[in-house]
């Protein structure tokens, strides 16, 4: 750490022999977004595409991004975001890593929500769709 702030990724992978994990795993994500995520009806939640971040070597979300909405609102999903719990970081060849994640959103227009499913690119951006759950906002 340099004063007081995590270690800087000195490289970044979308791929690693154990992926990154929050909490219980996927579920807990899932459980956490569903219940904490609140995008209110001004901020356009069906303009939300997708939600990216890194996990560094402690487990802190970092770089977070918000796809699709912006100002406020943008602003708003990433200090929710901020409020996770740290992660279990990724490993690769034993070390702890920097790994980027990528949660794409589809909002379904008949049930006015978003879908969600838990994307880790593989190399060249071939994703690894978990089985994805309606989270209610």
């Not at 790994?99 to 227009?109: A, G, M, N, Q, S």
Request: glycine share 6%; proline share 7%; charged share 25%.
């Amino acid at each position: 750490e340099a004063f007081g702030q995590p270690t800087v990724c000195d490289s970044l992978y979308t791929v690693v022999e154990d992926m990154p994990t929050y909490g219980k795993g996927k579920v807990a994500l899932y459980e956490y977004l569903k219940k904490e995520l609140k995008i209110s009806k001004p901020c356009r939640p069906d303009l939300l595409r997708a939600l990216t971040w890194t996990i560094n070597k402690e487990g802190k979300m970092i770089d977070i991004d918000v796809v699709g909405l912006e100002g406020q609102c943008r602003t708003a999903v990433i200090d929710q975001l901020e409020a996770l719990r740290p992660w279990t970081p990724g490993r690769h060849q034993g070390e702890a890593v920097c790994v980027k994640v990528i949660l794409p959103i589809t909002f379904d227009r008949v049930m006015r929500a978003p879908l969600i499913s838990i994307v880790f690119f593989l190399s060249r951006y071939l994703p690894i769709i978990f089985r994805p759950c309606r989270a209610w906002f």
